[in-house]
């Protein structure tokens, strides 16, 4: 079954800090993996694409990789703000057009 | 350009009636896709529109979720004797295209069965 699990749940850091999210997922076999960060009552707002034959992709602070063997992705965020406090997604597509969601990380910068 | 965009934001019905949900795609944008969120979760995919026609129905969970594309522009699903079990919210997604390019969310319409 093609799965994707993101650990841990929740994320509290300090203002200014580097960090990691992280992904995992079942099938190497995928097609894209996309990052997604919603907002508290709010849509789902994309961040990052890497298809399948890249190894990672940067948008301003942010910065995510693919290890399609291992089976695993990183969302690096670069000197954290308050306003990055949100759930971030990720969420895979395998050979159908749908997308498989983690349940999500809830972060939370502290100032 | 305008976003996806979807009507109401917020419904609140009773058990057993019906229900539409309305997603405006990006303009231009020839596939679409419903996903459903339930609290703390991450969103399950329903159904995914190519065109007008429906390509995958495979995560409608019953027969009384039904969803419609006339034009190839908006869509409408439709919920038939609505169950509390029902209530999440309902996103709606629309891409460029089928070959890999990445999908954008509307706000979304939280559904409340009563």
């Known amino acids: 079954k093609q799965e994707v699990t993101q650990i841990p749940a929740a994320l509290s850091v300090p203002e200014g800090e580097n960090l990691v999210l992280n992904c995992s997922f079942t099938?190497?076999?995928?097609?894209?993996l996309q990052w997604f960060r919603q907002d508290p009552g709010k849509g789902l707002t994309s961040l990052l694409l890497?298809?399948?034959?890249?190894r990672e992709q940067t948008s301003g602070r942010l910065n995510a990789s693919l290890d399609k063997s291992s089976g695993r992705s990183t969302l690096y965020i670069a000197a954290s703000q308050p306003g990055d406090s949100a759930t971030y997604l990720c969420a895979v597509r395998w050979g159908a057009q749908k997308l498989v969601f983690g349940q999500g990380t809830r972060l939370t910068i502290n100032p | 350009g305008a976003g996806v965009s979807q009507t109401p934001s917020n419904k609140v019905t009773e058990k057993g009636k019906y229900v539409e949900l309305r997603c405006d795609p990006i303009?231009?944008?020839?596939?679409l896709y419903w996903y459903r969120q339930s609290l703390g979760q991450g969103p399950e995919f329903l159904i995914y529109?190519?065109?007008?026609?429906?390509?995958?129905d495979s995560g409608l969970p019953n027969d009384r979720f039904f969803a419609v594309r006339p034009e190839g522009s908006v869509s409408t699903l439709k919920i038939q004797r609505t169950e509390r079990g029902d209530s999440a919210v309902y996103l709606c997604a629309s891409s460029a295209s089928t070959s890999g390019d990445p999908q954008y969310f509307g706000p979304g319409t939280r559904l409340t069965v009563l």
């Open positions: 303009s231009g944008h020839t596939a």
């Open positions: 890497i298809q399948s034959s890249q």
């Open positions: 099938d190497s076999a995928i097609y894209n």
């Open positions: 529109f190519q065109g007008t026609g429906a390509a995958d």
